[in-house]
């Protein structure tokens, strides 16, 4: 049994800064990409960044130069830091996870989200 944990959602005005952190527990032989999607009231789920097992990363354009995603591989947790939030940010942000739970077999795991909402 593998889950994935979120944590860090608030409410933060516009301009300020939340960390959001998913850790991943359970029968794991490794960690293979992660990543963060969110989901606005109304919209599709999209996209936000993308972390490899050796470090590269990708970005959504939207959010390139405020939002930074890192990862603990010693403790199976992948980080979200957000910069500059803007009150399009707001969402359901959701992590996901590859994960190797026994020799030649990887699944994909969610967590169950965080809202994250930016506001004065």
């Known amino acids: 049994q593998v889950q994935l944990v979120e944590s860090g959602g608030g409410l933060v005005q516009p301009g300020g800064s939340l960390r959001l952190s998913c850790a991943a527990s359970?029968?794991?032989?490794?960690?293979?990409?992660m990543r963060w999607y969110r989901q606005a009231p109304g919209k599709e789920r999209e996209l936000v960044a993308h972390?490899?097992?050796?470090?590269?990363?990708n970005y959504a354009d939207s959010v390139k130069g405020r939002f930074t995603i890192s990862r603990d591989n010693a403790k199976n947790t992948v980080y979200l830091q957000m910069n500059s939030l803007k009150p399009e940010d707001t969402a359901v942000y959701y992590c996901n996870a590859n994960i190797f739970v026994r020799p030649g077999l990887t699944n994909a795991y969610w967590g169950q989200g965080t809202q994250v909402t930016v506001s004065s």
């Open positions: 359970g029968s794991i032989l490794g960690i293979n990409a």
């Open positions: 972390i490899s097992s050796i470090g590269g990363t």
